[in-house]
């Protein structure tokens, strides 16, 4: 079954302890995408990555930093996390082509304390 | 500044009750708009995509239009099972960076 897996699920965790979300994507898809979801802000987008070891700024980078060493993997990296950061978090994919077709994954609730 | 503005922000509907969902932007180089669906604790799901005025989908009871300033978001008839947030997004000439609205939370009631 074709898909984009998220772990965790759901994490509560404090003020500055470094934590990593994964995201796995099975469809060789080149294009891959963080976002953050906030009540009455929609969906903004964090990082993307247009293939392995490339990667650049969505709208709302600080704080977050992300690596494409393999195809099928991007992970969203907190070196620092803050309670601004509480929030829904998805991962996206697609083809280099269709990027306006992404596959979404079911998403990380994050809660920093 | 690349922007998407969506209205209403909500939107209660009679089941059979056509009705129309707004989405306004501004975006250099538009390479495309595009609709998605999101129920409740999931990710969106992809509906459709746009590339220049004039153009229009449909899908079951759904028809997007796409102008030069906005796109239309079309619920003929809808029923319960329409309930969902819509949610509309441009890709501008930055290749791969999407800029999304805040979305249209649609109930519709039997």
């Known amino acids: 079954e074709a898909q984009v897996t998220q772990n965790p699920r759901y994490l509560i965790t404090v003020t500055g302890k470094k934590l990593t979300v994964t995201c796995s994507q099975n469809?060789?898809?080149?294009?891959m995408s963080w976002y953050r979801q906030d009540p009455g802000l929609g969906l903004r987008q964090i990082y993307y990555?247009?293939?392995?070891?490339?990667?650049d700024k969505g709208d709302v980078p600080e704080g977050y930093k992300v690596s494409r060493k393999e195809k099928r993997n991007f992970p969203l990296i907190l070196e620092s996390p803050s309670p601004n950061q509480t929030s829904l978090y998805f991962c996206?994919?697609?083809?280099?082509?269709?990027?306006?077709?992404?596959?979404f994954g079911p998403g990380t609730r994050l809660t920093v304390l | 500044e690349d922007q998407v503005t969506q209205s209403p922000e909500a939107l209660r509907l009679q089941e059979g009750e056509s009705s129309s969902l707004n989405c306004s932007y501004t975006?250099?180089?538009?390479?495309?708009l595009f609709w998605y669906r999101q129920d409740p604790g999931k990710g969106p799901e992809f509906l459709f995509t746009?590339?220049?005025a004039g153009e229009e989908k449909e899908k079951e009871r759904l028809k997007a239009t796409l102008t030069k300033k906005e796109s239309f978001l079309h619920i003929t008839a809808p029923k319960p099972e329409d309930s969902a947030t819509y949610l509309c997004?441009?890709?501008?000439?930055?290749?791969?960076?999407?800029?999304f609205g805040q979305g249209t939370e649609l109930s519709v009631k039997p």
């Open positions: 996206a994919s697609s083809p280099p082509d269709l990027i306006n077709e992404q596959f």
């Open positions: 469809m060789n898809h080149e294009y």
């Open positions: 990555s247009m293939n392995v070891e490339v990667t």
């Open positions: 975006v250099s180089g538009l390479r495309g």
């Open positions: 746009l590339y220049s």
């Open positions: 997004a441009v890709r501008g000439y930055q290749g791969g960076k999407l800029i």
